[in-house]
C-alpha cells in the first residue's frame, strides 16, 4: 500500500471520533463569547463613552506593541488561506461533508471570531491606519503561504500543533502587556483569544499523538521533515501597500522580540514541549530510518537554543504605514 494511501485510512479511522474532538476541543457557538462581548456596544447609550475611556488608554500604548497588534492581527484576518490549505488536506472531504471537513468548518468557525474582534478593536483606538492595514490583509489573502506541508495530513498537524501554541503564547503575551500599560478590556480580549488557540493546540496535538499509535515511523519522518525545514509562521508574506514581499515579516517579528511577545527561545520551547508531550523518546516500533529521525529531533532543541543565543536584534525599528502617532488628546 502506497504511503498516500495509509495516511488516507489512518484519517479515516481517526475520523470516527470527530465528534468528540468537537465536543471536547471546540465551543458551542450558543456557548462561546463573540467580540461584542468584549468590546463596546454600539447599541449601548454609554457607547461613545466607552470608546472614548479605549482612546485614552489606547494613547499610551508603545510604537512596538502596535506593530505587533496590527501583525496578530492581520494574521488572523487571513484565515481563508488557512481554511481553504486544510480542505485540501488527505482526508478532509469538503464535498462529501466528511468528519474532517467538519472540524476544519468549526475550527474556522472559531478562529473568525479573532480577527473580528482584534479588527474591530483597531479600529476604535484611532492609532491605527486602517486602510493600510486592510490593503496589507487583502495582500497576504491573494499571496497566500506555502508551509511546506502540502497535502500530508502528518505535516499539517504537526504544523498546526506548533503553529496554534505559537499563537497562544503571542496573544497570551499581549495580554499580559495591556494588563501592564492599564488596558484591562484589552487584555481580556487578548487573553480569551490566547484560550482558544490553545484549545486548538491541544486538539491539533492529540491528532498527531493518535497518529503516532498507530503509524509512529511515518509520523516521526513527518515531524522530522518539518522541523528540519523550520515552521514558517503563516503571515511569512507579510507586506505593506505598494510594497513586495520583502523583508516586512522579518521587520514585524523583531518588534514582536523586542517587547518579548514572541522570541527565538520561545519557538524552542515550544519544539521541547512537542517532544515531551508525544514522548518520542519512548516510541517504540520504529524504522531504522524514523529511528535516526528521533535521534535528530531528540537533539535539535539544544542545539536551536545554541543558535538563538547568538541571535542580534536590530537597534533601529522598521516605522510601518500601520501605525499612526499617539493623539493629541
Not at 478562529?111 to 479600529?123: Q, T, V, W
Request: aromatic fraction near 10%; proline fraction near 3%; include cysteine.
Amino acid at each position: 500500500m502506497s504511503i498516500k494511501n495509509i495516511r488516507l485510512e489512518v484519517m479515516q479511522f481517526l475520523e470516527k471520533s470527530i465528534d468528540s474532538f468537537v465536543d471536547e476541543y471546540l465551543v458551542p457557538v450558543e456557548k462561546i463569547w463573540q467580540p461584542t462581548d468584549l468590546l463596546p456596544d454600539s447599541q449601548k447609550e454609554n457607547f461613545i463613552e466607552e470608546v472614548r475611556e479605549l482612546r485614552e488608554i489606547a494613547n499610551d500604548l508603545p510604537y512596538d506593541f502596535w506593530v505587533v497588534m496590527v501583525g496578530d492581527t492581520i494574521t488572523e484576518e487571513a484565515l481563508p488561506t488557512y481554511e481553504s490549505w486544510l480542505m485540501e488536506v488527505e482526508g478532509v472531504d469538503n464535498e462529501g461533508r466528511n468528519g474532517w471537513s467538519k472540524w476544519v468548518r468549526h475550527w474556522t468557525g472559531e478562529e473568525n471570531r479573532h480577527g473580528d474582534a482584534l479588527n474591530k478593536y483597531l479600529y476604535l483606538s484611532g492609532r491605527v491606519n486602517m486602510r493600510e492595514v486592510e490593503v496589507t490583509t487583502q495582500h497576504l489573502i491573494n499571496d497566500g503561504f506555502d508551509i511546506g506541508t502540502g497535502k500530508d495530513p502528518y505535516k499539517n498537524f504537526v504544523y498546526t500543533s506548533f503553529q496554534e501554541l505559537a499563537t497562544y503564547i503571542s496573544h497570551n503575551r499581549v495580554s499580559q502587556l495591556a494588563k501592564d500599560f492599564g488596558d484591562k478590556k484589552l487584555s481580556r480580549l487578548c487573553k480569551m483569544v490566547a484560550g482558544d488557540e490553545m484549545r486548538h493546540h491541544l486538539a491539533y496535538s492529540e491528532f498527531v499523538n493518535r497518529i503516532f499509535k498507530v503509524d509512529p515511523s511515518e509520523m516521526m519522518l513527518a515531524f522530522q521533515y518539518m522541523m528540519k525545514q523550520k515552521i514558517t509562521m503563516p503571515a511569512h508574506f507579510l507586506r505593506e501597500s505598494g510594497e513586495k514581499i520583502s523583508t516586512a515579516f522579518e521587520e514585524f517579528s523583531n518588534s514582536a522580540q523586542k517587547i518579548g511577545v514572541y522570541t527565538a527561545n520561545d519557538y524552542v520551547d515550544i519544539l521541547r514541549k512537542l517532544i515531551a508531550t508525544w514522548e518520542i523518546d519512548k516510541i517504540s516500533s520504529l524504522t531504522d530510518e524514523a529511528e535516526r529521525a528521533r535521534d535528530y529531533l531528540m537533539k535539535l532543541p539544544d542545539r536551536m537554543a545554541r543558535i538563538s543565543e547568538r541571535l542580534v536584534l536590530p537597534e533601529e525599528t522598521k516605522k510601518f504605514k500601520w501605525v499612526q502617532p499617539a493623539l493629541a488628546i
